[in-house]
């Protein structure tokens, strides 16, 4: 998100889901899309039936990877270094679009000097792809009338995450595939509102509506809205930054909603020694989660089913989710047990139900102006949808970008935090299936979802499982630096030679026990992508 | 926009739509068993049949696209009695079991005989009996149900891209089944749920669903799936305070109508035994149960006492992106508002 808002103004997918289909080139890279956006997974392969083009870029080869019309295996973790190369290609063929750079960007000389040294022959050898392959999907992408990028957290989840976003925004903005039907930068949000949390500022660095927290009249708008003197205005800790203030001392009281980290952080052993040193951890949840497991309070909230509100999806759109049934229990609906915590703060917030706050929020939130109880009840909106009359905005950027000029940034390539050598010579990198979901804390407790997946299984190349004696279905111990966990070897050739996958569901076998919490320096997101491992047989 | 005649009444449509499209927009019921908009037009159940002024036979509605100046006769003698001759033929090879067959009230088959008035069948011989016992965990699979409309081995293809199953065998032993006829689990089956999302009779249900409840006995509730970004659009059917099913609208909303397996069928966690029901205090190492006050007095007193000690910024709020718009939002507010910090954040990185 750090990336796009930098180069584009705003971090969301700048297109919508039904305009996939018009696009002539869909490049797919770090989305291992019919597994975990499976319904958009569908609309991509019946444009690919349809006669579009598809590149897929990915280290395993995954699904989609049948429709493509080019596939790219890179070495995980080497993606500024590929992506670099592609538009050297570009630039060395004059494919860019010089209309377009030179009315709606900025900087793009930085950038052409910089991509000079990224020669396919060199991005060959980093990145373990064939430099012809890397000259065609340059030549296919820039060529297209219109071409989209989409991509997902294989492309944030590194420590240079923020970098392969901005080679994304470079690669779009340099061959004009923005602003139109069919084109764009298009990052799928894993979660179903993801979107719609960061929209309403649940981030340390911004107020409702991506106001800066720093920016004086944003604060002083809320301070109206919510009657207070004085919000704070120095930028807060991201969620693996409060981990570490809480195992060093600084931070001594969590509060959680609906989140368990102790599946999904980085480095599990770290946040337990954070979450373990506060003096109060409250966990606000449906499950006793592995993290409510360690809270000194833990509430029981609501259900999607057993409460209204709206969620805002991966293109902007926000939906409206209605009651179907009572909480269970003495359970209460998550907003109201918030507003009841806030009364005894002495913060008064009163709500007779979630529409009163979906109708506040059209008044503080200037992308969601237009966006009230009312309209959302009879259809979705995407924002930005200043004012009631407004149909919404399913193409962002259109005659100019929000930020103004589409910035090019010179990005260079960094190797991954950490890298394979002696002792850890394998590349771990983990994802999800399709049946489960995120920390299983829903799809777990599902009886057949759970027998079609009922435990993780590590991808090993059948050349790596000769090296170091391990079986198909044989129980395997996988090492890093931070643990050790033991899983079932699924040996097959869909994954490269020299890298291990698994996904990260599984309290049993928590793949993030295992992962790197070395965060990227501008979006902190964890490299939970790449990481050195080792794999021995369990009986040894 | 082609202006066309439909049983006497003049209406424009849009150029390039079918009969069949342009008379439901006008609200003209024309019955059809193996139509869905979610599907190329097939013209195999023959039931969409109308007659065109000029037309040598009748045509089937969902195949043929409406043209200038066309005259369609939707509901006459003629078309009665095929549709019914149809429906006979139909019934003629189908158990009569609606009583407790699971798709009684939502089944088109049974709708069409009702509308038809078709009491008597005046056809006698051999029946199906096809019963596949698959152990899928989600699809029942009851193929002497199975009129061949193949809307599965569509959807399937065409709309899933999964290629599960395909028309398998001859003439009248002709049904729907898998490679080797080996069960789903044995297949590529994804149980995205498709299949039974547009079977049109009884012979593909959700196992999860059955005898749980009728549709006149149920509510339903449109909301937003719970799982990934996507934000499909679904129907919670629900009965006595429980869910016991999920459905679509064929063609509606940004899923189009489709789902996958955790969407159709994800639904068990929200009435799973499991559920926290009430709070709990940590007490001498253990969580206990308390009441409501309790813990929230608790919580308030130890978040002032923290505040006091140490300064707002001690402490962090993990927000959630499981949670509303309208959640996020006021908690948000409480740790800037209420409490003073910027340390809010929500599992966008993760």
Same mark, same amino acid.
């Given at each position: 998100?750090?990336?796009?808002?930098?180069?584009?103004?705003?971090?969301?997918?700048?297109?919508?889901?039904?305009?996939?289909?018009?696009?002539?080139?869909?490049?797919?890279?770090?989305?291992?899309?019919?597994?975990?956006?499976?319904?958009?997974?569908?609309?991509?392969?019946?444009?690919?039936?349809?006669?579009?083009?598809?590149?897929?870029?990915?280290?395993?080869?995954?699904?989609?990877?049948?429709?493509?019309?080019?596939?790219?295996?890179?070495?995980?973790?080497?993606?500024?270094?590929?992506?670099?190369?592609?538009?050297?290609?570009?630039?060395?063929?004059?494919?860019?679009?010089?209309?377009?750079?030179?009315?709606?960007?900025? +900087?793009? +000389?930085?950038?052409?000097?910089?991509?000079?040294? !990224?020669?396919?022959?060199?991005?060959?050898?980093?990145?373990?792809?064939?430099?012809?392959?890397? $000259?065609?999907?340059?030549?296919?992408?820039?060529?297209?009338?219109?071409?989209?990028?989409?991509?997902?957290?294989?492309?944030?989840?590194?420590?240079?995450?923020?970098?392969?976003?901005?080679?994304?925004?470079?690669?779009?903005?340099?061959?004009?595939?923005?602003?139109?039907?069919?084109?764009?930068?298009?990052?799928?949000?894993?979660?179903?509102?993801?979107?719609?949390?960061?929209?309403?500022?649940?981030?340390?660095?911004?107020?409702?509506?991506?106001?800066?927290?720093?920016?004086?009249?944003?604060?002083?708008?809320?301070?109206?809205?919510?009657?207070?003197?004085?919000?704070?205005?120095?930028?807060?800790?991201?969620?693996?930054?409060?981990?570490?203030?809480?195992?060093?001392?600084?931070?001594?009281?969590?509060?959680?909603?609906?989140?368990?980290?102790?599946?999904?952080?980085?480095?599990? $052993?770290?946040?337990?020694?954070?979450?373990?040193?506060?003096?109060?951890?409250?966990?606000?949840?449906?499950?006793?989660?592995?993290?409510?497991?360690?809270?000194?309070?833990?509430?029981?909230?609501?259900?999607?089913?057993?409460?209204?509100?709206?969620?805002?999806?991966?293109? /902007?759109?926000?939906?409206?989710?209605?009651?179907?049934?009572?909480?269970?229990?003495?359970?209460?609906? +998550?907003?109201?047990?918030?507003?009841?915590?806030?009364?005894?703060?002495?913060?008064?917030?009163?709500?007779?139900?979630? *529409?009163?706050?979906?109708?506040?929020?059209?008044?503080?939130?200037?992308?969601?102006?237009?966006?009230? *109880?009312?309209?959302?009840?009879?259809?979705?909106?995407?924002?930005?949808?200043?004012?009631?009359?407004?149909?919404?905005?399913?193409?962002?950027?259109?005659?100019?970008?929000?930020?103004?000029?589409?910035?090019?940034?010179?990005?260079?390539?960094?190797?991954?935090?950490?890298?394979?050598?002696?002792? !850890?010579?394998?590349?771990?990198?983990?994802?999800?299936?399709?049946?489960?979901?995120?920390?299983?804390?829903?799809?777990? /407790?599902?009886?057949?979802?759970?027998?079609?997946?009922?435990?993780?299984?590590?991808?090993?190349?059948?050349?790596?499982?000769?090296?170091?004696?391990?079986?198909?279905? +044989?129980?395997?111990?996988?090492?890093?630096?931070?643990?050790?966990?033991?899983?079932?070897?699924?040996?097959?050739?869909?994954?490269?030679?020299?890298?291990?996958?698994?996904?990260?569901?599984?309290?049993?076998?928590?793949?993030?026990?295992?992962?790197?919490?070395?965060?990227?320096?501008?979006?902190?997101?964890?490299?939970?992508?790449?990481?050195?491992?080792?794999?021995?047989?369990?009986?040894? | 926009?082609?202006? #066309?005649?439909?049983?006497?009444?003049?209406?424009?449509?849009?150029? %390039?739509? &079918?009969?069949?499209?342009?008379?439901?927009?006008?609200?003209?019921?024309?019955?059809?068993?193996?139509?869905?908009?979610?599907?190329?037009?097939?013209?195999?159940?023959?039931?969409?049949?109308?007659?065109?002024?000029?037309?040598?036979?009748?045509?089937?509605?969902?195949?043929?696209?409406?043209?200038?100046?066309?005259?369609?006769?939707?509901? =006459?003698?003629?078309?009665?009695?095929?549709?019914?001759?149809?429906?006979?033929?139909?019934?003629?090879?189908?158990?009569?079991?609606?009583?407790?067959?699971?798709?009684?009230?939502?089944?088109?088959?049974?709708?069409?005989?009702?509308?038809? @008035?078709?009491?008597?069948?005046?056809?006698?011989?051999?029946?199906?009996?096809?019963?596949?016992?698959?152990?899928?965990?989600?699809?029942?699979?009851?193929?002497?149900?199975?009129?061949?409309?193949?809307?599965?081995?569509?959807?399937?293809?065409?709309?899933?891209?999964?290629?599960?199953? =395909?028309?398998?065998?001859?003439?009248?032993?002709?049904?729907? &089944? =898998?490679?080797?006829?080996?069960?789903?689990?044995?297949?590529?089956?994804?149980?995205?749920?498709?299949?039974?999302?547009?079977?049109?009779?009884?012979?593909?249900?959700?196992?999860?669903?059955? #005898?749980?409840?009728?549709?006149?006995?149920?509510?339903? &509730? &449109?909301?937003?799936?719970?799982?990934?970004?996507?934000?499909?659009?679904?129907?919670?059917?629900?009965?006595?305070?429980?869910?016991?099913?999920?459905?679509?609208?064929?063609?509606? @909303?940004?899923?189009? %109508?489709?789902?996958?397996?955790?969407?159709?069928?994800?639904?068990?966690?929200?009435?799973?035994?499991?559920?926290?029901?009430?709070?709990?205090?940590?007490?001498?190492?253990?969580?206990?149960?308390?009441?409501?006050?309790?813990?929230?007095?608790?919580?308030?007193?130890?978040?002032?006492?923290?505040?006091?000690?140490? %300064?707002?910024?001690?402490?962090? #709020?993990?927000?959630?992106?499981?949670? =509303?718009?309208?959640?996020?939002?006021?908690?948000?507010?409480?740790?800037?508002?209420?409490? @003073?910090?910027?340390?809010?954040?929500?599992?966008?990185?993760?």
């Amino acid at each position: 998100m750090a990336g796009l808002a930098a180069a584009f103004g705003s971090g969301a997918m700048t297109n919508s889901i039904a305009d996939i289909p018009k696009a002539d080139v869909i490049l797919i890279t770090g989305s291992n899309t019919t597994e975990a956006h499976p319904v958009l997974a569908l609309e991509i392969i019946s444009a690919v039936k349809n006669g579009a083009k598809l590149i897929v870029i990915e280290p395993r080869r995954i699904k989609m990877a049948d429709y493509a019309d080019i596939y790219i295996s890179q070495k995980p973790g080497t993606d500024v270094e590929l992506y670099n190369a592609m538009m050297n290609v570009i630039i060395t063929e004059g494919l860019t679009d010089k209309d377009f750079i030179k009315a709606r960007t900025e +900087d793009f +000389d930085a950038l052409e000097k910089t991509l000079k040294k !990224y020669t396919p022959e060199k991005a060959s050898k980093i990145c373990g792809v064939p430099a012809d392959t890397i $000259v065609e999907a340059a030549r296919l992408y820039a060529k297209a009338g219109a071409a989209t990028i989409i991509y997902a957290m294989g492309i944030t989840q590194h420590t240079t995450g923020v970098d392969n976003v901005l080679t994304m925004a470079n690669l779009a903005m340099m061959t004009g595939n923005i602003g139109r039907e069919g084109t764009g930068v298009n990052p799928l949000r894993g979660q179903n509102n993801v979107q719609g949390a960061c929209d309403m500022g649940a981030l340390p660095n911004v107020l409702p509506g991506y106001v800066r927290v720093d920016d004086k009249d944003g604060r002083k708008k809320m301070e109206e809205a919510w009657g207070v003197k004085k919000l704070p205005d120095k930028p807060g800790l991201t969620a693996p930054e409060m981990i570490d203030a809480a195992a060093n001392g600084d931070i001594k009281a969590m509060f959680i909603l609906g989140e368990n980290p102790m599946l999904s952080e980085a480095n599990l $052993v770290h946040t337990e020694i954070g979450l373990g040193n506060l003096d109060l951890l409250v966990v606000q949840d449906i499950f006793m989660t592995e993290t409510a497991n360690l809270a000194d309070v833990v509430l029981p909230g609501a259900s999607f089913a057993e409460k209204s509100g709206t969620f805002t999806n991966t293109e /902007r759109r926000v939906q409206p989710i209605r009651q179907a049934v009572e909480p269970v229990g003495s359970a209460l609906p +998550d907003w109201m047990i918030i507003t009841m915590i806030a009364k005894r703060l002495g913060h008064k917030m009163e709500y007779r139900s979630p *529409s009163e706050v979906t109708d506040e929020i059209t008044h503080v939130v200037s992308q969601y102006g237009g966006i009230t *109880s009312h309209r959302v009840a009879k259809c979705g909106i995407s924002w930005p949808c200043p004012t009631p009359e407004h149909p919404g905005t399913p193409i962002l950027h259109k005659d100019k970008f929000v930020r103004g000029k589409g910035k090019f940034h010179a990005v260079e390539y960094r190797p991954p935090a950490e890298v394979t050598d002696k002792d !850890y010579p394998l590349i771990l990198t983990t994802g999800r299936y399709l049946q489960q979901f995120h920390t299983g804390t829903m799809t777990r /407790r599902v009886a057949g979802i759970e027998d079609l997946a009922p435990r993780c299984k590590v991808q090993v190349h059948p050349a790596d499982a000769r090296k170091y004696k391990v079986n198909d279905g +044989d129980m395997i111990r996988v090492t890093t630096r931070r643990g050790s966990i033991e899983a079932a070897a699924d040996v097959t050739d869909t994954i490269r030679q020299g890298v291990i996958y698994m996904p990260f569901h599984y309290a049993e076998a928590a793949a993030n026990t295992l992962t790197n919490a070395a965060l990227d320096p501008v979006a902190k997101i964890p490299e939970f992508k790449v990481c050195a491992a080792n794999i021995e047989p369990k009986n040894l | 926009m082609v202006t #066309f005649e439909i049983n006497g009444q003049v209406a424009n449509v849009e150029e %390039g739509m &079918t009969i069949l499209d342009a008379a439901k927009k006008l609200g003209i019921k024309i019955p059809h068993l193996c139509y869905d908009p979610r599907l190329k037009p097939y013209g195999g159940c023959r039931l969409c049949l109308v007659e065109i002024e000029g037309a040598r036979n009748p045509v089937p509605s969902c195949a043929a696209k409406v043209t200038e100046g066309m005259k369609v006769q939707t509901d =006459t003698v003629t078309l009665h009695e095929i549709r019914k001759t149809i429906v006979e033929l139909l019934l003629s090879n189908h158990p009569q079991e609606c009583l407790t067959c699971e798709n009684t009230g939502q089944c088109a088959l049974q709708d069409i005989a009702y509308e038809l @008035g078709v009491r008597e069948i005046s056809f006698e011989g051999e029946k199906h009996f096809h019963t596949v016992t698959d152990p899928s965990p989600f699809v029942e699979r009851e193929m002497d149900k199975c009129i061949v409309c193949a809307r599965c081995v569509r959807i399937c293809r065409d709309v899933q891209h999964c290629s599960v199953y =395909t028309l398998a065998f001859r003439g009248f032993e002709i049904i729907p &089944t =898998t490679p080797y006829d080996k069960p789903l689990t044995e297949s590529n089956c994804v149980f995205c749920g498709q299949c039974i999302s547009t079977c049109p009779t009884g012979a593909l249900t959700s196992k999860i669903s059955r #005898f749980k409840g009728r549709p006149w006995q149920t509510q339903s &509730t &449109t909301t937003t799936c719970p799982y990934c970004g996507v934000g499909c659009q679904l129907e919670l059917i629900t009965k006595d305070g429980e869910i016991i099913d999920i459905q679509t609208f064929p063609g509606e @909303g940004v899923n189009k %109508g489709n789902l996958c397996v955790k969407g159709r069928f994800g639904y068990g966690f929200v009435n799973h035994h499991e559920r926290l029901k009430t709070p709990y205090i940590r007490k001498e190492g253990e969580l206990k149960e308390a009441s409501w006050d309790e813990a929230l007095d608790y919580i308030a007193v130890r978040l002032k006492e923290v505040k006091k000690e140490s %300064g707002p910024d001690a402490i962090g #709020f993990l927000s959630s992106s499981k949670c =509303t718009n309208e959640e996020n939002y006021l908690l948000q507010r409480l740790a800037r508002a209420a409490i @003073g910090t910027n340390n809010i954040d929500n599992c966008a990185r993760l």
